[in-house]
């Protein structure tokens, strides 16, 4: 995604309009709120997860607990994997959180 398309996003995150922006066909990264808390999720819906990929995702979070801290992985209403991340109290780690969140997912050749 170009850096001017994701920082536009990543502004409009944090300024609190809705917001979605779609890295590729069925997965999303969009604002989302859990409970009181505002967060930021990446959505693969499942015709778009590869086999296998959940539970590589679910180990991955597991043994690497320190690298994903802050990390929440569930199945949605569509059965659309999540993975969602409150979002933090400065705007500059935004940015390094939406990586973490596609490295977990093995989704780096979606990051810039």
């Known amino acids: 995604m170009p850096d001017d398309q994701r920082q536009a996003f990543l502004d409009n995150l944090v300024s609190g309009p809705a917001t979605r922006l779609s890295l590729a066909p069925g997965i999303q990264v969009c604002a989302l709120r859990?409970?009181?808390?505002?967060?930021?999720?990446?959505?693969?819906?499942?015709?778009?997860?590869?086999?296998?990929?959940?539970?590589?995702?679910l180990e991955r979070r597991l043994e690497q607990a320190l690298a994903f801290d802050g990390c929440f992985i569930y199945l949605d209403a569509q059965d659309a994997l999540v993975i969602w991340h409150a979002l933090p109290a400065?705007?500059?780690?935004?940015?390094?959180?939406?990586?973490r969140m596609l490295s977990l997912a093995n989704l780096q050749v979606l990051d810039r």
Do not use: K
């Open 90 to 99: 400065t705007h500059s780690t935004l940015d390094r959180i939406l990586s």
């Open 34 to 57: 859990a409970g009181n808390r505002p967060g930021i999720a990446l959505q693969v819906a499942r015709e778009a997860l590869q086999t296998g990929q959940q539970q590589r995702i």
